[in-house]
Nanobody, 123 residues
Framework: QVQLVESGGGLVQAGGSLRLSCAASGFTFSSYVMGWFRQAPGKEREFAAAISESGGNIDAADSVKGRFTISRDNAKNTVYLQMNSLKPEDTAVYYC????????????????WGQGTQVTVSS
């Protein structure tokens, strides 16, 4: 079955860094745009970053641009999110998703989701 398993979350101080990983299985990973979304308590799931099928194109939300970098390794069926200069407002559950649809910034376009990993940034 399809699985997306996030890892790498945890507690970090403001200004610190974390690297999230999402290991995919059960589908043709290289045929999917991969995205990272985040959801804070009481908030809607919001787009953080996405990467094209071959990794040649990336996009990031304005809120994380310049701080977060998405990458993928199709040989490992894994997508990463390098998060630097973390801020308390980055605190959220981070989810990876896979989509074959356009508008990669839209959560409803995603076919598959992981269960998420908690990122907590202390002030």
């Amino acid at each position: 079955q399809v699985q997306l398993v996030e890892s790498g979350g945890g507690l970090v101080q403001a200004g610190g860094s974390l690297r999230l990983s999402c290991a995919a299985s059960g589908f043709t990973f290289s045929s999917y745009v991969m995205g990272w979304f985040r959801q804070a308590p009481g908030k809607e799931r919001e787009f953080a970053a996405a990467i094209s099928e071959s990794g040649g194109n990336i996009d990031a939300a304005d809120s994380v641009k310049g701080r977060f970098t998405i990458s993928r390794d199709n040989a490992k069926n894994t997508v990463y999110l390098q998060m630097n200069s973390l801020k308390p407002e980055d605190t959220a559950v981070y989810y990876c998703g896979a989509t074959k649809r356009g508008a990669h910034y839209r959560p409803l376009n995603y076919d598959y989701w992981g269960q998420g990993t908690q990122v907590t940034v202390s002030s």
